[in-house]
């Protein structure tokens, strides 16, 4: 029976020969080197973009409570010195939303208007008229020194409404263009 089967079908080797195991070492080699510096910055861009969103979301959920409750809300840096550490929605006496502090990665620098002089203060106050008490701000996100990813800026007007903008000139230090 087996040498029926060897005629009908030919003698099977089993297994690959050196040549061919190494030119699939190769190739895989060579695809890894490729691709591993575009993945490691979209995973960097997809902090920025999570983080800036997580904070959009968080001012947008400090307004419409400030509005529903007829009261201030604050959205707080967590750590007290900077947005990076998280925030807080509170209002009230209670927290509504905790943000956990961001990836070490992600740089994050707030400014009223875009100066490195002048700090945003550590909470944005929500009044009962959805308007925030601090005048504009910006809170920008990025990447420290890796300027092929795009900043984020979570920009808020005078009325309240938090805006996110991309960087278009990839120059994180002059704000969101």
């Not at 509005?67 to 967590?78: D, E, L, S, W």
Request: positive net charge; charged residues 15%; glycine residues 10%.
């Amino acid at each position: 029976m087996t040498s029926s089967f060897n005629r009908a079908f030919g003698s099977m080797s089993r297994g690959f020969t050196i040549l061919e195991l190494i030119m699939v070492v190769a190739i895989v080699a060579i695809l890894a080197a490729v691709g591993l510096p575009s993945m490691r910055d979209f995973i960097r861009g997809a902090e920025i973009r999570d983080a800036s969103s997580e904070f959009y979301a968080a001012l947008i959920a400090a307004r419409s409570e400030a509005i529903k409750r007829r009261a201030n809300v604050v959205v707080t840096r967590a750590n007290g010195s900077n947005w990076r550490g998280g925030w807080t929605v509170g209002g009230g006496g209670a927290t509504l939303q905790k943000m956990d502090p961001l990836s070490s990665n992600v740089t994050v620098r707030a400014t009223a208007p875009y100066v490195d002089a002048t700090p945003v203060s550590s909470n944005i106050t929500y009044g009962q008229n959805g308007r925030v008490s601090d005048g504009a701000q910006t809170v920008v996100f990025y990447i420290a020194g890796v300027p092929t990813i795009q900043a984020r800026c979570v920009g808020i007007d005078t009325s309240g409404l938090p805006r996110v903008r991309t960087d278009t000139n990839r120059n994180a230090s002059d704000g969101c263009n």
